[in-house]
């Protein structure tokens, strides 16, 4: 008798081939046999009309810190995802000396919008070096297996010190010192470096993330760390400033190295590369023998704007700033008086906090044409004429009347839309023919970050409901999705033993509801450690999520397995089971 048996579900296996109907068993937390399974289960799930696609494989997450405290990993796990990938953009805990855990903090805060209260409420910070890190994290067991990036701040930090944190230039040693640190860390299991180069991120007191003005000296030095080892993933975020010639030394460390290097590919105004020019330089990398990939997301970018969030239209106002540290109830009410609402009307924004955001809060108080009402069922790709500027016209009305009313819905938990970043056509075109390309990975879910301001952890659910059965303007086939967000993301980081539906790989399925498959309207939910704010998101349509064999997750309500582990390095790729 098999420990689980799912029948008659529409096998989505994982390869990119079309789908088929048929049975899964499952042994031993391994698939054991696909196709007809003529012997029962222990358990039986009735897949009859559903999809079972592979677990799916997050691989730019932010959870360092949620992972040392949190079993559930929400809103992650509750979106199918059985594998994340954390420590990216060059953040991260570990390694950490015991008078830099706040100043980490930080730059965690500062950088993913990760309530530094929660952080240090509940980290137990019972590690000092990368590999004493990932034992902390195998303390406890999760619904999801977690995996790391080796983080240049927290790196050049602990070798440097107040220089490092600086972005003061190291010497030959201290380089050699940090790779010395990652060789350590991938052997430990890391599977990858992360670094950021974008002047957006910054800690809680407005410094720049270490590293964000790195040499090529510098980077490329450290990342020989992955060649002397023989795996890792060099991930980056960065400006792409035409000085810095990024594509030159991604190139030269991924050739030396044999090891891929992965970087944010976004249509932005701020970038100074375009994406287009971005992905041509990506092609011509790796037509020299590179293999560079481009990190895309599916959607926009956004930004959810509300009272209780982080920033909206209206943060930057005298009268705002007058009541932002009070209760929400007495905000509520005050929010709720005309005399107040026509004042906050009135008023001229003051100086953004920083320079360097003067765009971004541009957009935030005054891009009425790039806002848009959420609504009760969230729409993602929002047509032009359903802006705030647009409304206000239609309306008779100002575009910050219609913001103020939007964020008023709902006893003040409305939501005004922002998409930032992969939009400046007002639509989503562009991001179809990425998601047909070989050298670009889904990514930059950010899952675990920006908790007050981007609840993009639902992209595998988006990826569905959008993007395969929703979208209006061309979609991709249902086989492509899943090998995109399951096998082609899994063996980036050589994880090859997931991500794919056959005898002895591991058993990490979703059973999916396709039809029903719904996205929820995100909420803000007070539940981190120390009353800390985060973007959560859930969906309808999950019948059934599996792990290592374990059921996680039934019609969306967590079980109480907790079959989600540290995965250490490359996983190897199982020997498909003779046929019987």
């Not at 993330?209 to 080892?229: D, F, K, N, Q, S």
């Not at 790796?286 to 704007?305: C, H, P, W, Y």
């Not at 959420?374 to 100002?398: Q, T, V, W």
């Not at 670009?440 to 959008?466: N, R, W």
Request: negative net charge; glycine residues 10%.
């Amino acid at each position: 008798m098999h420990d689980i048996v799912i029948r008659g579900g529409t096998i989505v296996d994982g390869t990119g081939g079309a789908p088929f109907t048929g049975d899964i068993a499952i042994d031993n937390g391994r698939i054991s046999a696909v196709g007809n399974v003529n012997e029962a289960g222990r358990e039986e799930i009735d897949a009859a009309g559903q999809i079972v696609t592979p677990g799916f494989v997050d691989i730019h997450t932010h959870y360092d810190g949620q992972a040392t405290w949190d079993d559930v990993m929400a809103p992650s796990a509750w979106h199918g995802v059985t594998t994340v990938i954390m420590g990216n953009c060059g953040v991260g805990f570990a390694p950490a000396r015991p008078d830099r855990h706040q100043w980490l903090i930080g730059l965690m805060e500062g950088v993913e919008d990760i309530p530094g209260t929660a952080l240090a409420e509940g980290m137990t910070w019972n590690w000092e070096s990368f590999p004493e890190y990932l034992g902390a994290l195998e303390a406890l067991p999760r619904t999801i297996d977690v995996a790391c990036h080796v983080p240049h701040g927290a790196v050049r930090a602990y070798v440097m010190g107040e220089r490092g944190a600086a972005n003061e230039a190291p010497t030959a040693d201290e380089i050699e010192a940090m790779s010395r640190i990652v060789e350590e860390g991938l052997r430990a299991g890391a599977l990858g470096f992360s670094t950021s180069r974008t002047v957006i991120h910054k800690s809680v007191d407005g410094e720049l993330v270490p590293g964000t003005t790195a040499t090529a000296e510098e980077l490329i030095g450290i990342g020989r760390a992955m060649g002397r080892v023989g795996h890792g993933v060099f991930e980056m975020a960065s400006d792409l400033m035409p000085e810095w010639n990024e594509f030159d030394w991604m190139k030269r460390l991924s050739k030396e190295t044999a090891m891929p290097v992965t970087f944010a590919m976004l249509q932005s105004p701020l970038k100074a590369m375009h994406w287009t020019d971005q992905m041509a330089a990506t092609k011509a990398a790796n037509d020299d023998g590179a293999n560079i990939r481009a990190q895309i997301s599916l959607r926009g970018t956004g930004v959810l704007m509300a009272w209780r969030g982080t920033v909206h239209p209206f943060v930057m106002r005298p009268s705002w700033q007058a009541i932002a540290g009070k209760p929400w109830a007495e905000q509520l009410a005050t929010l709720r008086d005309p005399a107040f609402r026509a004042k906050l009307l009135a008023e001229d924004n003051l100086p953004p906090p920083h320079p360097d955001t003067a765009a971004l809060f541009m957009l935030v108080t005054q891009g009425w044409t790039m806002q848009f009402p959420l609504g009760e069922e969230p729409d993602y790709e929002p047509a032009p004429e359903r802006s705030l500027a647009a409304l206000a016209k239609a309306s008779g009305k100002s575009p910050a009347e219609v913001a103020y009313d939007v964020m008023m819905e709902g006893d003040g938990t409305g939501f005004v839309y922002l998409p930032i970043l992969n939009y400046v056509d007002g639509n989503l075109d562009f991001v179809k023919g990425l998601l047909e390309r070989d050298d670009t990975v889904i990514s930059l879910s950010d899952g675990g970050a920006h908790c007050g301001t981007i609840c993009d952890a639902a992209s595998p659910t988006f990826l569905l409901t959008h993007w395969v059965k929703g979208r209006a303007r061309g979609r991709i086939p249902l086989e492509l999705a899943i090998k995109r967000q399951c096998r082609d993301t899994a063996l980036l980081y050589g994880l090859a033993d997931r991500g794919l539906l056959a005898p002895r790989y591991l058993a990490d399925l979703n059973v999916i509801d396709l039809d029903r498959l719904k996205l929820g309207k995100p909420w803000l939910a007070f539940d981190l450690p120390a009353g800390g704010k985060r973007l959560l998101q859930t969906a309808d349509g999950y019948t059934a999520t599996i792990k290592s064999g374990a059921v996680t997750f039934r019609n969306g309500a967590v079980q109480a397995a907790r079959p989600g582990r540290v995965v250490r390095g490359p996983q190897a790729e199982p020997l498909l089971m003779a046929a019987e």
